[in-house]
């Protein structure tokens, strides 16, 4: 993947992809969702997926609303992996047990996050570990795929200490530790209290360490500072909504707002040179990630477009430190 990335900008790292908006949880934080849409149908799925394989896509990540909810996941992951892509999802983990884990073994998932929000359910959130440990446990003991658990710190959380508990048992369990901060309705960030700063480091630090530290920005987001870097939404990364258009990611869905069929070469290529206006305050860690091997190269030569708001609740994004 990196090898690609490094020889080629002409193709997306990373691409999520919707197959359902339906989820079966109503986490008070999240607007990504809602309790009625049907599945994308499996046939244009599977066209979407080929689409993403045609422009060269390294790894393609289903999310949701819950992708578990998809009649049809095991055969559009075995899809992706047909691609040659590495095959992912996010999924609130629900939706798991012995057989759904071992069908995913067998259709060739390659990762999967589960974020947790705390120990117990309350109104914010029912992702707690007191209600996944079990789910967790069949992993550990069932899973041939590489598992992360995303716990979580800011705004909207009772008890931040939780997140420690959760990184903790995640550990535990043989899993890689990622931390979340909850950030406003439009995707950008807010500075911890000094409690939640701390919480936020023990974490970073309770991370396995055979990962590249490349963190230095959440390290800024915790503080609530701006980030000087060359954002590669559009091109790098794409976000593809149940609708089948592109955006530059879930916080900032209406640009490009073109549908995937109809995306080229040209519109990476455009995309890549174009500064985002969004970017100096933006949380969103996949997109940091895979512009990461592009900040060497490349200034970006197009102003800012500005991008639509997001609209609605504050919502979570995960922070991933190793």
Not at 167 to 179: D, I, M, N, P, Y
Request: glycine fraction near 8%.
């Amino acid at each position: 993947m990196v090898a690609s990335g490094v020889a080629s900008t002409s193709h997306p790292v990373l691409a999520h992809i919707i197959p359902t908006r339906r989820c079966n949880l109503s986490c008070t934080y999240c607007n990504e969702y809602d309790d009625f849409s049907k599945p994308v149908p499996t046939d244009e799925m599977v066209r979407r997926i080929d689409l993403l394989g045609k422009l060269g896509t390294s790894v393609i990540s289903f999310s949701g609303g819950e992708p578990l909810l998809h009649p049809d996941l095991d055969d559009l992951i075995r899809r992706i992996r047909k691609t040659g892509a590495i095959a992912g999802m996010i999924t609130n983990g629900y939706l798991l047990n012995v057989d759904r884990i071992q069908r995913l073994n067998r259709a060739g998932l390659d990762h999967m996050q589960i974020s947790i929000d705390n120990v117990t359910p309350d109104d914010v959130s029912k992702k707690s570990l007191k209600t996944l440990d079990l789910r967790l446990q069949w992993l550990a003991e069932h899973a041939e795929f590489h598992v992360n658990i995303n716990s979580v710190v800011g705004g909207g959380i009772h008890n931040p200490h939780d997140a420690i508990v959760v990184a903790k048992r995640a550990v535990e369990l043989g899993f890689t530790s990622t931390v979340g901060i909850i950030h406003d309705g439009d995707g950008q960030l807010q500075p911890l209290s000094e409690d939640e700063q701390h919480i936020y480091l023990q974490v970073r630090d309770m991370g396995k360490k055979n990962y590249a530290r490349l963190n230095y920005f959440q390290d800024n987001i915790a503080h609530g500072k701006e980030n000087k870097w060359k954002c590669r939404a559009g091109a790098r990364y794409l976000y593809i909504c149940e609708d089948g258009l592109v955006h530059y990611c879930s916080q900032q869905r209406g640009y490009p707002g073109k549908p995937l069929a109809e995306y080229t070469t040209a519109d990476i290529n455009r995309e890549f040179i174009t500064e985002k206006g969004c970017a100096p305050r933006c949380t969103v860690a996949c997109v940091h990630y895979t512009s990461y091997m592009d900040f060497w190269r490349s200034p970006q030569t197009i102003p800012p477009v500005p991008p639509p708001s997001a609209s609605g609740k504050d919502k979570l994004i995960q922070l991933e430190v190793r």
